[in-house]
C-alpha cells in the first residue's frame, strides 16, 4: 500500500505542470513539509455564475481520512461559499513568497516562491470528533501547541462552524530559488541583477487590555520568535 507520504504529488493531468517544468517538485514529503510551514491558503470555488477566491485558513493532517490525506478548511454556516464548495471540485493554492528577483530586463524579473496546488472535491465533515481534531490543527496550523491551552469549542459554536476536507490525492507543488536568468548581452551590458531574499518578521506578542503583558504564554511568545 503507498503511503501517504510517498504517493506521487501531480497524479492527474490537472496537477502536471505545463511550463517550468524544472521547477516542479516532485516529493510528496516535501509537500507536506511546506503546508505545514505556510499560513495562509486561497480557495477556489465556483459561486453559482462566477467564480470567487477565498482567502483562508488552514490545516494539514497527513494521516487524514481521505485519499493522500486530509487538507481542512473551515468557515460559518451562513457562507454561501460553503455549500457551493460542496457542489464542485475546488482549488485550493498556499503560496510563500521568498524573494524578488531582479534582472537586467523586464522580461526576465521574476519571484522565488514555493507554491501548491491542490483540487478535487471537497467533503462536509459530519464526524465531531474529526471536527474537533480538524479545528484544533487549524489554531496550531497558526500557533503550534496552542489548542491545547484552550477551552473546548461550546456546543453553539461547533453548530455555527463548518468544516470542509480536501483530499491532498491530486496535488502539486513548484519551487523557485535563484537568482536572474538573462541573456548573455544583457549580462555584458553590466547592469546590475540579484535577489531581494523576503522573510516574515513578527512583532513581540502584544497583550489586549484584559490580558496581563507580564504572562504572555510560552506557545505564543515562542511563534512570535520564530518569525524574527
Same mark, same amino acid.
Given at each position: 500500500m503507498t503511503?501517504?507520504?510517498?504517493? $506521487? @504529488?501531480?497524479?492527474?493531468?490537472?496537477?502536471?505542470?505545463?511550463?517550468?517544468?524544472?521547477?516542479?517538485?516532485?516529493?510528496? /514529503?516535501? #509537500?507536506l513539509a511546506f503546508l505545514d510551514e505556510a499560513l495562509l491558503a486561497h #480557495?477556489?470555488?465556483?459561486?453559482g455564475g462566477h467564480p470567487v477566491v477565498?482567502?483562508?485558513?488552514?490545516? &494539514?493532517? $497527513?494521516?487524514?481520512?481521505?485519499?493522500?490525506?486530509? @487538507?481542512?478548511?473551515h468557515g460559518s454556516v451562513g457562507a454561501g461559499w460553503l455549500a457551493r464548495a460542496l457542489e464542485h471540485d475546488v482549488c485550493v493554492t498556499v503560496t510563500e513568497l521568498d524573494g524578488l528577483v531582479a534582472a537586467r530586463s523586464g522580461f526576465h524579473h521574476s519571484m522565488n516562491y514555493r507554491s501548491a496546488v !491542490?483540487?478535487?472535491?471537497?467533503?462536509? &465533515?459530519?464526524?465531531?470528533?474529526?471536527?474537533?481534531?480538524? #479545528?484544533?490543527? &487549524? !489554531?496550531?496550523?497558526m500557533i503550534p501547541g496552542r489548542s491545547a491551552s484552550l477551552r473546548p469549542p461550546t456546543r453553539k459554536e461547533l453548530a455555527a462552524?463548518? !468544516?470542509?476536507? %480536501?483530499? %491532498?490525492a491530486e496535488a502539486s507543488m513548484k519551487r523557485r530559488a535563484e537568482g536572474p536568468v538573462d541573456d548573455p548581452e /544583457?549580462?555584458?551590458? *553590466?547592469?546590475?541583477?540579484?535577489?531581494? $531574499?523576503?522573510?516574515? !518578521?513578527? *512583532?513581540g506578542p502584544v497583550s489586549d487590555q /484584559?490580558? /496581563?503583558?507580564?504572562? &504572555?504564554p510560552a506557545d505564543v511568545a515562542d511563534r512570535a520568535a520564530g518569525f524574527r
Open positions: 503511503t501517504a507520504t510517498a504517493a $506521487p @504529488l501531480s497524479p492527474t493531468p490537472r496537477t502536471s505542470p505545463t511550463r517550468g517544468r524544472n521547477r516542479t517538485v516532485a516529493e510528496r /514529503d516535501h #509537500l #480557495l477556489g470555488v465556483w459561486a477565498l482567502p483562508t485558513a488552514y490545516a &494539514v493532517d $497527513p494521516d487524514g481520512p481521505d485519499e493522500g490525506g486530509s @487538507l481542512y478548511l !491542490v483540487i478535487g472535491r471537497a467533503r462536509r &465533515v459530519e464526524d465531531e470528533q474529526e471536527r474537533r481534531h480538524a #479545528l484544533d490543527l &487549524v !489554531v496550531d496550523q462552524t463548518v !468544516v470542509l476536507a %480536501l483530499p %491532498l /544583457d549580462i555584458a551590458a *553590466g547592469i546590475w541583477g540579484g535577489v531581494i $531574499p523576503l522573510r516574515r !518578521v513578527a *512583532g /484584559d490580558s /496581563d503583558p507580564s504572562r &504572555v
